[in-house]
Structure formats: structure tokens, C-alpha cells
Nanobody, 122 residues
Framework: QVQLVESGGGLVQAGGSLRLSCAAS????????MAWYRQGPGIQRELVAA??????RNYGDSVKGRFTISRGNANTVYLQMNSLKPEDTGVYYC?????????????????WGQGTQVTVSS
């Protein structure tokens, strides 16, 4: 019913930048919160950054001042990552809280993308 597709991952040297994109499509009435999570090797999935439909943002402590989350048009969310460090390496996942169309009216549900790999070399 809803698909999230991430892009923009890759290999970058420490100190470099990457910009991740996530586009949502499908039976979307509206999107509430959108967020980026990451999962490093041997580490639990953790929140990187989140943004509400009203524009409020919050960040994980390890990325504050380096990463910026933003909402775009057409159900997209971006993550600008600057001053990347090797410990930022991991699979980055997009998550959205979506009001999904149904014949009984919209209902809220959570969706995840398939992830995009970010590797930061030292």
C-alpha cells in the first residue's frame, strides 16, 4: 500500500558529505512524521533524525550539528550529512507514519524503506 524508497548512499571519506533521499508513494492520504534511522555493524537500529509534519526536528546526540533533516515536496524527506565519521557507517533506513487511504477512511500506520548503505572510510 505504501512504499518508501531511499537513495543517495555510498562510500565517502571521513570529513565528506552525502545527501540521502527518501520518497514515499502509494495509498497516501497524508504523512505525519518522517525519520531516518541507522544500523551499524553489531549495533541496534538507532534514531538519527526525525521531523514532524509541522517541521519540528530532533536529532540523535551523535549527529547534532553535522546532519540536517528536511521535508521536501511530494512526500519526500532528505538527510544532509556533513563532516562524516567512520562511526556513521551503517545502513540508513527511512521511516514514515502515514495516514493510508481505505474504504473506511484514513488510518495511521508505520512504514520502513529497504535501507541504503553508507560507508565512511578513515
Amino acid at each position: 500500500q505504501v512504499q518508501l524508497v531511499e537513495s543517495g548512499g555510498g562510500l565517502v571519506q571521513a570529513g565528506g558529505s552525502l545527501r540521502l533521499s527518501c520518497a514515499a508513494s502509494g495509498s497516501i492520504f497524508s504523512i505525519d512524521d518522517m525519520a531516518w534511522y541507522r544500523q551499524g555493524p553489531g549495533i541496534q537500529r538507532e534514531l538519527v533524525a526525525a521531523v514532524t509534519s509541522g517541521g519540528s526536528r530532533n536529532y540523535g546526540d551523535s549527529v547534532k550539528g553535522r546532519f540536517t533533516i528536511s521535508r521536501g515536496n511530494a512526500n519526500t524527506v532528505y538527510l544532509q550529512m556533513n563532516s562524516l565519521k567512520p562511526e556513521d557507517t551503517g545502513v540508513y533506513y527511512c521511516k514514515a507514519i502515514v495516514q493510508v487511504y481505505s474504504n473506511r477512511g484514513p488510518y495511521s500506520s508505520q512504514w520502513w524503506g529497504q535501507g541504503t548503505q553508507v560507508t565512511v572510510s578513515s
